[in-house]
């Protein structure tokens, strides 16, 4: 990052990766949580950070990828984003696909318990 020369700053990128220091400051989960691996792929990767009293997915993709569903059982059927990504809800057959467009960030928070 040229730090001297803010005209050169990718601003889209410096404001996410704010987001993401954010959302880790405000996570106990994120923090200090246990690592929960869900799906491990060429392109894609996605894991549970869990401490008690909260639960975060994060979803990283290096490139667009086969979706990737996970059921209500394991996350439950609401998300809600952080750090800049949308809230995920549950498809009707009680699964929840993960973005497939990459390459991407994104996390959530799952809904307590």
Do not use: Y
């Amino acid at each position: 990052m040229p730090w001297a020369q803010s005209e050169r700053w990718d601003k889209v990128r410096l404001a996410s990766t704010r987001a993401c220091f954010r959302a880790r400051a405000d996570s106990t989960a994120l923090q200090r949580g246990g690592l929960r691996w869900l799906n491990i792929a060429d392109d894609a990767l996605s894991f549970l950070r869990e401490a008690p009293g909260e639960a975060v997915l994060v979803h990283a993709a290096r490139a667009s990828h086969a979706p990737v569903r996970i059921p209500v059982a394991v996350i439950g059927s609401e998300l809600t984003g952080l750090a800049g990504s949308t809230n995920l809800r549950a498809d009707a057959d009680a699964w929840v696909t993960l973005p497939t467009q990459g390459p991407a960030f994104g996390m959530w928070r799952l809904a307590s318990a």
